[in-house]
């Protein structure tokens, strides 16, 4: 960013991302010495393991809790297979077959030598990131050939339950002029201690997500993506307790957008604060290495928290996700950073401080791909006004140069949209983006003005914030309820159990070979 149009002190703006570097170093110190079930569950799954025992459990389940059950999670699931490929000579595959049935005890194996470990586990990384690098490059080659869409990007959601139905949605939104489709999951998924296996068409409010699942809806999205001549962003969500196990299973299915915020968990499904920040680092390491676009949930804040007086909370979060991000090794190219256009419409000016707030956001993440979030508090059923409200959320989004704008429905607020909506939803969009494309180039604001005084004020107050979290810490901050008006306790909430302390013998190679590399 050249020049701020709202003037704002970008020698604050540096000290703010400085303050939040530390709040994340102080998490990322933290990070370092755990590791959880998921994690496990997720290096199981880049070994090559997968599918279902007898009675439907996922084997990256049964391996890990066999593991935590013997007490040997410390070690990670790595240091026990590369064992147990050792001793047995089986693949990853068989032993975790092996261990459903009975057939091989975990605390039985022999201890190896650490590097003949990786030796026997190295064809098997390999292997998967090697699949994990060939979905990057198909995406990158349809990129450089039939290309996309201008920013912001349309993003729709479908989410029958059913992951046919749901193609057929998905298929029709992108001939529509969609450029993002995130299928929503299932109500309550994120609350899953594992990940369903296969094709599924039963869901309420959402569609499970599987690695199946995955694979249908890209192959479906590659196929209108070559018929109407632009590439389609598939997303889904990589929130909740298997957020990095979910994360590998978009990586090697070659999805390129995911819901992974730090804290949306913690604030929003009472997921407990330990296990969450554990598992986001892990899962960004492996959407930064996939290519893949994550988005943060900062927006949900001001649902359950004024707009205008806590807009300063969603800015201090964007600015810790960003730093835990970039620990992780992903750029800020693929950081679609929430925010959210949640103020009352009753109240004077509103639109002005809405301009603001979208601006400061652009400015402050000059190469983020932002992720702009329509009206949902305020939505009341009236139709007319809610279409209104959406229009008004699509001139801040491109007047402001958001990178990613999720198209707000004129039914919210009373059913799950139709088919009918989501066209003029894309037909609002289309028609405003049309006509005010280029007005952030030629309007400037006025100094003293509305606009930058609450740019500035924002600014301040997050700064603020951040100092206070900086003294206190993050995890501190969470139980006394600085963000969105929620309180959690550190040790409390889902999922505790599953978080382990490493042992001096813990292995998870795949931090250094996929951490910053592509």
Known sequence: MTESKLGLDFGKVHYAKNVARDIAGQVQEFVEHYTTVAVERTLCRLMGIDGIDKNGVPLPNVLTDALKDNGMLSAGALHFLGNAMIHTGMTPGDIAVAVSEGKLEVRKVPVSDPQKILHAL???????????REKRARRENYLNTIGEGPRPYLYVIVATGNIYEDVVQAQAAARQGADIIAVIRTTGQSLLDYVPYGATTEGFGGTYA?????????????????????????????????MPE???????????????????????????????LVDQYFSRIINGFAGVIINTGEDNYLTTADAYDEAHTVLASDLIN?????MAGLPEEQMGLGHAFEMDPAMENAFLYELAQARMTREIFPDAPLKYMPPTKFMTGNIFRGHIQDALFNLAGIWTGQGIQLLGMPTEAIHTPFMSDRYLSIENANY???????????????????????????????????????????????????????????????GLSGVTEKSESYMNPFIELLKGNK
């Open 122 to 132: 190295k064809p098997f990384m390999d292997k998967s990131i090697a699949r994990i």
């Open 210 to 242: 599987t690695q199946e699942n995955f694979r249908i809806m890209r192959s479906a999205l590659d196929q209108v993506s070559e018929e109407v001549g632009r590439y389609i962003r598939l997303c889904n969500y990589c929130s909740g307790l298997c």
């Open 246 to 276: 979910i994360a590998v299973m978009g990586a090697l299915e070659g999805l390129d957008v995911m819901l992974n915020d730090a804290l949306y968990g913690i604030l929003f499904r009472d997921i407990n604060m330990q296990r969450t």
């Open 322 to 326: 960003e730093q835990l991000a970039l």
């Open 432 to 494: 405003i983006f049309t006509s005010f494309r280029n007005i952030g180039d030629e309007v400037e604001f006025k100094e003293g003005g509305i606009i930058r005084k609450r740019a500035a004020e924002v600014l301040q107050n997050a700064v603020a914030l951040l100092e206070k979290l900086k003294n206190e810490g993050l995890f501190t901050a969470l139980e006394k309820g600085y963000f969105a008006d929620v309180k959690r306790p550190k040790n409390g909430g889902k």
